[in-house]
């Protein structure tokens, strides 16, 4: 687990060139259509960002070097909790490892702001992973789609306590009048997730600024 935390440090640049790139485009267009973008926003933007980055790397995605096919991969456990009993440490993990996640989305984007919403995005990008470990011999395990699920749930619930603590206050982590903004930028998270998932299938192989992979 160690060195797959230092591995995903290989993809801090290109993260950090996609944030660069996507935050000058944004605040462009936002500062000729007099959008507010909070500094706030964009901070959390980019802990967001490097979070996501990070999860992708630990969650071993495929990518151009080592994606493979083969009926002999494709090994999917449809079984709830089959592994409870040797594993409750894993089923922890995958909770605690989507808590950030659930609490980020609605902080940062008001389209997120719904339970339903975030649970939702949640559970679509944990079956994205758990699709694509299919294809770099990782185990599929439906346990993990549901921990993670239940981890975005609860890290939707911890942002809801900060938001009856804080009230309105939370609000100056999103874009102002999001929900009359152009699409694109209503799709930011969405937008950004999508390319951090190409730069990490067609970049990584190349990305090897600090080699932790190969320890």
Request: aromatic residues 16%.
């Amino acid at each position: 687990m160690l060195f797959e935390l230092l591995a995903a440090l290989d993809q801090c640049a290109s993260t950090l060139a996609l944030l660069l790139v996507w935050e000058t485009i944004l605040l462009i267009y936002a500062g000729r259509n007099r959008i507010k973008i909070p500094v706030l926003h964009v901070a959390g933007t980019a802990v967001f960002l490097f979070f996501i980055t990070a999860m992708l790397t630990v969650a071993g995605v495929p990518n151009l070097s080592t994606f493979q096919t083969g009926p002999e991969m494709y090994a999917v456990n449809f079984q709830l909790f089959e592994s409870w009993a040797d594993f409750q440490g894993l089923y922890i993990a995958n909770i605690v490892m989507f808590v950030p996640m659930g609490f980020l989305l609605p902080l940062l984007w008001a389209n997120c702001s719904r339970l339903w919403k975030t649970v939702l995005f949640c559970f679509v990008f944990s079956l994205v992973i758990e699709l694509m470990q299919l294809f770099n011999y990782r185990a599929t395990d439906i346990d993990d789609l549901l921990m993670n699920t239940i981890g975005g749930a609860v890290g939707y619930a911890v942002y809801k306590a900060v938001y009856l603590i804080g009230g309105r206050a939370v609000r100056v982590f999103r874009i102002g009048a999001e929900e009359a903004a152009p699409m694109w930028i209503r799709c930011e998270t969405a937008i950004l997730i999508f390319c951090i998932l190409l730069l990490q299938f067609f970049a990584e192989p190349y990305m090897s600024v600090f080699s932790f992979s190969s320890i």
